[in-house]
């Protein structure tokens, strides 16, 4: 069943690009449509089955993690409230109910390879969020060791990359900060040490954290997905150019190819390039599920 958007009669709604997510009362349920978007944009056509890809590797990295205190509480549609139940349909492999959460007000990134706005940042400057790297690194070449690299969570727009210290101050706490640092890194290491076992190099990830009702710090939203991180296979890896991927950079560099102005509407995606994504976050699936 493809997913698009949904209209649930069990809760206020907030739609965000990919995601639907419903104010439970004591819980959220959180529904991973099958919208793309790319440059902060919604692409109009869905790619088939997204959704249950994105759910069905962030509930694999939650189960690898336990150990870490995190929103999920369950991904079984007989586990959610009755309310849910006649949704079954809609709800079945693409769902989570999760635990409410303040979030923090900053993405935290880990970066293992020089790619994407770390690559632009480096070429001007040599460094990434005020962390100096070696002179004479090429696109997409593996860091010395990651680094923890936070950006703002804009509202609207791009989000800024920072340095910690900038993180310091919005947070107000530099223990907190460094927790937040030291768990980043710690599951970026484990799961990059995963991914590669399986033929996947995961080059950065973002992870989002907030506060539980009793003030607890805990791993909230998507975990380790191809919307989240840039997945490239080892097979094919070759420092000094862009990379094959298992994510969405396929969607991103065929809108770079036709000069689109990144901005609303959004072009048509051919059938072609709609098979080809969907086709490469299932690789992804596959390979770490498999």
């Not at 809609?90 to 880990?110: D, Q």
């Not at 840039?230 to 396929?250: A, H, L, N, T, V």
Request: hydrophobic content about 35%; glycine content about 6%.
């Amino acid at each position: 069943m493809i997913v698009y958007e949904t209209n649930l009669d069990i809760g206020e709604k907030h739609q965000g690009k990919v995601r639907d997510i419903y104010d439970l009362d004591k819980y959220l349920l959180i529904i991973a449509t099958d919208r793309i978007s790319a440059f902060d944009v919604v692409m109009r056509e869905p790619i088939p089955n997204k959704g249950y890809v994105l759910t069905q590797i962030s509930l694999y990295w939650f189960k690898k993690f336990d150990f870490l205190p995190h929103h999920l509480i369950a991904s079984e549609v007989s586990e959610f409230p009755s309310i849910c139940q006649k949704y079954k349909e809609i709800l079945e492999g693409r769902s989570m109910l999760v635990k409410k959460a303040k979030p923090l007000p900053v993405e935290c990134i880990v970066r293992g390879y020089l790619a994407g706005s770390a690559w632009k940042e480096y070429k001007k400057s040599g460094s990434i969020c005020g962390i100096k790297l070696p002179d004479g690194m090429k696109e997409a070449e593996r860091l010395p060791e990651p680094i923890f690299t936070p950006s703002t969570k804009a509202k609207k727009g791009h989000d800024i990359n920072i340095t910690f210290e900038e993180m310091v101050n919005i947070l107000g706490d530099r223990k907190l900060a460094e927790k937040i640092r030291e768990y980043s890194l710690a599951i970026y290491k484990e799961a990059a040490e995963i991914a590669l076992k399986k033929g996947i190099i995961i080059a950065d990830t973002k992870f989002e954290f907030g506060f539980d009702k009793d003030d607890k710090l805990i791993l909230i939203d998507e975990l380790l997905t191809p919307d989240s991180s840039r997945f490239w296979p080892e097979k094919y890896y070759e420092p000094g150019r862009s990379q094959i991927s298992f994510d969405k950079q396929y969607l991103r560099d065929y809108l770079e190819s036709i000069n689109w102005n990144k901005k609303p509407p959004p072009p048509p995606l051919p059938q072609e390039i709609i098979d080809k994504t969907r086709e490469k976050y299932f690789e992804a699936l596959n390979r770490l599920l498999g």
